[in-house]
């Protein structure tokens, strides 16, 4: 499966943005889905992972409560909504997928095996 985030861009700190990953092949069969981000100089981190079997989320404490990750099997497509946005959320930001990760959870706290092009957000003070 290839995947493509887009939606990225620049914004002021408390603006909102959603960012989308599409797809080749049809990614909402495989356990878990999620978003990861890396800033210059950074390790690249996880912001929000979702299992696709039952729904259940994970969110790292310092994006709960402003990132939302959501599916739409139809469209074979995961979302990230990005709400009150601040300048330490820049970073380029990946849809990411692991077939041996079996949770939210785990792939949220693992390194996925097939990652998309990223997109760049960039939030202004």
């Known amino acids: 499966v290839q995947l493509q985030a887009s939606g990225g861009g620049l914004v002021q700190a408390g603006d909102s943005l959603r960012l989308s990953c599409a797809a080749s092949?049809?990614?909402?069969?495989?356990?878990?889905v999620g978003w990861f981000r890396q800033a210059p100089g950074k390790e690249r981190e996880a912001v929000a992972c979702?299992?696709?079997?039952?729904?259940?989320?994970y969110y790292p404490d310092f994006v709960k409560g402003r990132f939302t990750i959501a599916s739409d099997k139809a469209k074979n497509a995961v979302y990230l909504q990005m709400n009150n946005l601040r300048p330490e959320d820049t970073a380029v930001y990946y849809c990411?997928?692991?077939?041996?990760?079996?949770?939210?959870?785990?792939?949220?706290?693992?390194?996925?095996?097939?990652w998309g092009q990223g997109t760049q957000v960039t939030v202004s003070s």
């Open positions: 990411a997928t692991d077939l041996g990760q079996s949770s939210s959870y785990a792939l949220c706290h693992s390194r996925p095996d097939t």
């Open positions: 092949g049809f990614i909402l069969n495989r356990p878990a």
């Open positions: 979702l299992s696709t079997n039952n729904d259940i989320t």
